[in-house]
């Protein structure tokens, strides 16, 4: 494994210890990761591939894609904050710290470039699209994926801690939003952004799941909200009673509710490959 350093930059997780961090991302890569692969099969990823793989987290995806491509292929790793990506051994993954938003990439030089959960944390996101795809070869993969939190509702209004449940999912959305944080409904906005870009054999799946309190799943919202609650109680955006009622309805196994959407886009560089 090599491994480069550039830029980094902001995260809204950075603060996290790194221990809750990696389970967070390891949730993360537990519910996402079947859908992410089988999208990637169906592309037809191969033998001697160069892969981009941005944001790449705990790097499941870029262990995947090394077994993938073989020796004679090639990943680059590349992510604001490599802390979990230097157990990686493969001689043909290189770990690189990198900015997409401003830190060089090379152009016309891959097979694929796979973000997942990235855009909706960046200001122009647009922009980030464009230069992924400048990196694409002729006939060359764009797969990016992104959720959309806009659809999370408790599944039973007559639940007691439904109204809190709902208040808060739509609160943290437009609280991060009005920050300039994050964008946590960026899913639904990344087909529009994909077609401008003129990729051909373009596709789109998106993933969602009943939750239920108490559920791995549930774990994973309360890893990644409990700071945003936190900080909408400090600036009085919710009351502390609602968020800690949005809290233990995920830890409540009588509560069900409907978790984000994971929106799936990708295209080809109408290049023509050789």
Not at 19 to 38: A, G, K, M, V, Y
Not at 106 to 134: F, I, K, N
Not at 199 to 204: F, H, I, K, P, T
Request: proline share 5%; net charge negative.
């Amino acid at each position: 494994m090599r491994h480069e350093d550039t830029q980094s930059g902001d995260y809204f997780w950075s603060d996290h210890e790194a221990d809750d961090e990696l389970t967070r991302l390891r949730l993360i890569e537990q519910f996402n990761d079947p859908s992410t692969f089988r999208q990637l099969d169906a592309i037809g990823v191969a033998e001697g591939w160069r892969c981009l793989e941005v944001g790449a987290g705990a790097g499941s995806v870029a262990r995947w894609l090394s077994q993938r491509v073989g020796p004679v292929g090639e990943v680059v790793a590349a992510d604001l904050d490599v802390r979990f990506l230097g157990d990686i051994s493969a001689q043909n993954v290189e770990v690189r710290r990198c900015d997409i938003t401003q830190d060089p990439i090379e152009p016309s030089s891959y097979d694929l470039v796979h973000a997942r959960s990235v855009l909706m944390h960046l200001r122009d996101p647009v922009a980030a699209l464009r230069r992924m795809t400048a990196a694409l070869r002729p006939g060359g993969w764009l797969m990016v994926e992104d959720v959309d939190n806009g659809v999370v509702e408790a599944a039973d209004p007559a639940h007691p801690l439904a109204a809190a449940f709902d208040l808060c999912a739509q609160a943290r959305i437009q609280f991060l939003l009005a920050g300039g944080i994050m964008d946590l409904r960026y899913g639904r906005t990344l087909p529009v952004h994909m077609e401008e870009l003129k990729l051909a054999d373009v596709g789109n799946e998106a993933v969602g799941l009943v939750g239920r309190g108490r559920s791995p799943v549930s774990q994973l919202m309360i890893q990644s909200f409990r700071p945003m609650d936190d900080a909408m109680v400090a600036n009085g955006v919710v009351g502390q009673s609602d968020a800690s009622d949005a809290q233990r309805a995920f830890e409540d196994p009588s509560f069900l509710y409907r978790g984000g959407l994971i929106v799936a886009v990708w295209g080809r560089n109408p290049s023509q490959g050789v």
